[in-house]
């Protein structure tokens, strides 16, 4: 499966700050995933980074002056706003914000801003106090009013030597934002998918807990995989060891019963729920106050069976399970189909070569409720991940637009 970046034309204004070099990296990001980039840089940019450097990334020129005769728009004045599938401004100063909000076209970028339909996306870079002034808050809440995508800035020291809000976001979630961007028009816009990510841990006591082998790694490839493809997704992790995915809704769990709420809050308006979470069965039957102490050579743990999520999430649409085996995978995950009236279970062998936990590959059978089984080879967790939302879309297509001969026939 492509990235969603793929063959799209992307302009991205540069402005003058010290963040400028960020903007390298995601241009850089940006290239790599296949996108044709313009690059417009403001004046002041160009003090701080060279036109050279974006022109050794994207190849392709970099426009720096409207009236300059090489430049693009001086052959048509609006060429990129027209060719744009996103204008995407990083950084973005309070200067710039200011004449966005004005409606201003004092330069090319503003211009290009101006003339354009592609949706606009700003990352924010300034010092903290310029962000707080009520001069520019008010500038950013005219251009979200506006239906601008706002990403950052966050909180942390600044250039100034100030700290506070006011730094650039980082490039990855910049890039998350405007996939998801390119992304609102595909077979997934307009539902909400929940899923469930990593291993949960039961406590025994305040210092040990019980838990599995899960990294997160196939659940957050569904939730990028699903925001790229239009989704809104609510993403219940218990996860720890990777970064969030930009825009997607996190709901942060330790336990079963924690995630059991999350999930059964989230799905309460929910169109899907996918289950990638390795859920503990059991839990210790009590969870000791106080460090339980080193005093006899054995330690019998009493468990209590926790709730089957996937059994009690009944209102999304479609709900698919995943099903962890070591043994007998077909015949096991078929069951759990059967004992869990799933629209699909993904089942993966975790003791094969490349596949299951922490692996970033995956080895799956996805078998379907009339025991169609689709046997697909090794591949990346993205591109199963995509294998299954195809799955979730065509189910969703079935369910809420039924062919004629769906219909139970009342008129013989
Ligand atoms: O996180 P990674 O390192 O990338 O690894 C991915 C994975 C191996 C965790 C993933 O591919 C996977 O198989 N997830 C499901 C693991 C699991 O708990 O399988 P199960 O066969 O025990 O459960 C069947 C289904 O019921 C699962 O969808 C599970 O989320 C769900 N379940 C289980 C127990 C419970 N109390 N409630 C549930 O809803």
């Not at 520019?136 to 030597?161: E, I, W, Y």
Request: charged fraction near 20%.
């Amino acid at each position: 499966m492509p990235s969603v970046l793929q063959d799209k034309n992307i302009v991205l204004g540069v402005t003058g700050s010290i963040a400028c070099y960020k903007a390298l990296d995601l241009t850089s990001k940006l290239a790599q995933q296949g996108a044709s980039v313009d690059v417009i840089l403001t004046t002041d940019a160009a003090r701080f980074v060279t036109p050279l450097a974006f022109r050794s990334l994207t190849h392709r020129p970099v426009v720096t002056d409207m009236f300059d005769t090489h430049s693009e728009l001086a052959v048509e004045h609006v060429a990129l706003a027209r060719r744009a599938e996103i204008l995407a401004i990083a950084p973005a100063t309070a200067h710039t914000l200011a004449r966005l909000a004005q409606g201003l076209a004092d330069d090319a970028l503003t211009a290009t801003a101006l003339a354009t339909e592609a949706p606009l996306l700003l990352a924010p870079a300034m010092d903290a106090h310029m962000w707080d002034h009520p001069a520019t808050q008010h500038n950013m809440s005219l251009l979200r009013d506006r239906g601008a995508v706002v990403v950052g800035p966050g909180a942390g020291r600044l250039a100034s030597g100030l700290v506070g809000m006011g730094r650039l976001a980082e490039p990855t979630e910049i890039l998350g934002h405007i996939q998801a961007v390119l992304g609102r028009n595909s077979d997934l816009a307009g539902r909400t998918i929940v899923i469930s990510a990593g291993g949960t841990r039961e406590p025994i006591d305040p210092v040990r807990v019980i838990t599995n082998r899960s990294s997160g790694k196939m659940g957050y490839a569904l939730a990028e995989a699903a925001r790229d493809r239009g989704a809104r997704v609510i993403l219940v992790s218990t996860v720890q060891g990777l970064d969030d995915p930009p825009a997607v809704e996190m709901v942060r769990v330790e336990t079963a019963e924690q995630m059991k709420q999350a999930v059964l809050n989230a799905t309460s308006q929910a169109d899907a729920l996918i289950m990638a979470a390795a859920v503990a069965d059991y839990r210790p039957a009590s969870v000791a106050p106080s460090k339980v102490k080193k005093s006899s050579n054995q330690w019998a743990l009493d468990l209590e069976k926790t709730d089957d999520i996937l059994a009690q999430a009944t209102n999304p649409l479609v709900r698919i399970g995943f099903a962890a085996e070591s043994n007998d995978l077909l015949q096991n995950a078929r069951a759990k189909v059967t004992e869990k009236n799933l629209d699909l279970i993904v089942a993966n062998d975790v003791t094969a070569e490349g596949s299951g936990f922490g692996a970033d590959t995956n080895k799956v059978l996805l078998i379907h409720p009339n025991n169609q089984v689709d046997d697909l080879p090794l591949m990346s967790k993205p591109e199963v991940a995509h294998q299954v939302l195809d799955r979730v879309a065509a189910i969703l297509q079935r369910k809420t637009h039924p062919e004629p001969q769906d219909h139970p026939c009342r008129h013989p």
